[in-house]
């Protein structure tokens, strides 16, 4: 971690009182309301990594809700598990939640967590039982449930704008499109895009999604191959830094438009995809449905009204893309600066 990446308000590292475990808070900034991101549950290589990942991930955090209108400003949370997903005891899980909780409320209502990847709603109950800063909730919790759906349906939203731009209509069908990582949001994405007449080629590290890969009739590509096929849009929807320095030049989709977040290893290979003729829809505008509806949820939930936001990611994505055209800067340069005129407006006044 360099100096440079932490421009952040606060970051909070402790180990758990029950379970031991590494745990952090990143807010990045409080500028526009309280500091609202996702827990995420990882088995890192090492803690210095896992803390690198929720910087970077509280700043996208401030950029996201910046950019999406909402008055929430950025941060992540962070539980470093020693185990994997698979082996991870129900027991360990639980301590892991109900200490994370005890963060959440010692830095009393600056943070508010929700699930990310590795955390589930039924998660958000548990750590509920600790602290009132948590949205996310189950339906049967009182509270919105899953937000992944909604993620979907703005991915798929901010997709219909980049190939409007790129082809001249917003239609899906026909067009050939590859969606990386079958997850929560992926699968939704895969299935709305199936849905609207997009031939699907699909790709996960777990080989048990190929069942909804044939149910969809889609092809399969090895996650390593996913890149290199040639398609119209090149969804990643796994985990970040998908796209590194070697895979920049291999992409060869006209439109990357994705649910995952810091799709890019390094921001400046926006730069490079650009000058390849590949129109990288910023992830931070694309993916900002699930972060719409847990902000519905803190701000009394009105479903409409947040599938009504969701869908409004097109408009906001053609307004980027028309920037970046007016001014000659990558579509990722013109999301930043939207995000940070709202910002700076704040500041100032
Ligand atoms: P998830 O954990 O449900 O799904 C991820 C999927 O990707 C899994 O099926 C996993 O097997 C697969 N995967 C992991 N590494 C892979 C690789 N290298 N190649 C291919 N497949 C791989 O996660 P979820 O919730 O669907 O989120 C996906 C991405 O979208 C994450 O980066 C997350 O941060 C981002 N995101 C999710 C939101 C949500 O509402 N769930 C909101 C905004 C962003």
Redesign the pocket.
């Known amino acids: 971690m360099t100096g440079a990446d932490f421009d952040h308000e606060e970051l909070v590292v402790r180990h758990g009182e029950r379970s031991g475990a590494t745990m952090a808070v990143a807010i990045h900034s409080t500028a526009l309301g309280p500091a609202l991101g996702g827990l995420r549950l990882w088995h890192y290589e090492s803690d210095a990594d896992g803390i690198a990942d929720v910087l970077r991930l509280a700043s996208g955090m401030t950029m996201k809700a910046a950019a999406a209108g909402l008055d929430l400003g950025g941060g992540k949370g962070l539980i470093c598990s020693p185990a994997t997903a698979a082996t991870l005891s129900w027991t360990l899980r639980r301590e892991m939640l109900l200490d994370f909780g005890d963060l959440v409320e010692s830095l009393g209502g600056r943070y508010i967590t929700a699930e ?2 590795g955390t589930s709603a039924e998660d958000m109950a548990t750590v509920a039982e600790r602290t009132a800063n948590v949205t996310g909730l189950p339906k049967s919790n009182g509270g919105a449930g899953d ?2 759906p909604f ?1 979907a349906i703005g991915v798929e939203a901010a997709m219909r704008a980049c190939v409007e731009s790129r082809f001249g209509s917003r239609e899906l069908r026909g067009l050939g499109a590859v969606v ?7 699968a939704r994405l895969a299935m709305r895009m199936r849905a609207a007449g997009a031939r699907l080629v699909v ?4 080989p048990r ?1 190929r069942d909804l890969a044939q149910r969809l009739g889609a092809g399969w590509v090895e ?1 390593g191959e996913a890149i290199k096929v040639e398609c119209d849009v090149l969804a990643p ?4 830094g998908a796209i590194g320095e070697a895979s920049a030049d291999r992409v060869r989709a006209q439109i990357i438009c994705g ?3 810091n799709q890019l290893a390094d921001d400046r290979l926006a730069a490079r995809l650009d000058q390849r003729g590949v129109l990288y829809a910023p992830d931070f505008i694309a ?1 900002a449905g ?1 972060l719409i509806n847990v902000y519905r949820e803190v701000r009394g939930y009105d479903e409409d009204r947040a599938l009504a936001m969701a869908m409004d990611i097109e408009q906001t994505m053609r307004q980027v893309l028309a920037a970046s055209e007016a001014r000659s800067m990558t579509p990722l340069a013109a999301a930043t600066e939207l995000a940070r005129e709202r910002l700076d407006l704040v500041v100032r006044n």
């Open positions: 990310d990847v937000p992944s993620t990386v990582g079958l997850g929560h949001v992926g790709s996960d590290t777990d999604k996650p929807c796994a985990m970040g649910a995952a977040n993916n699930g």
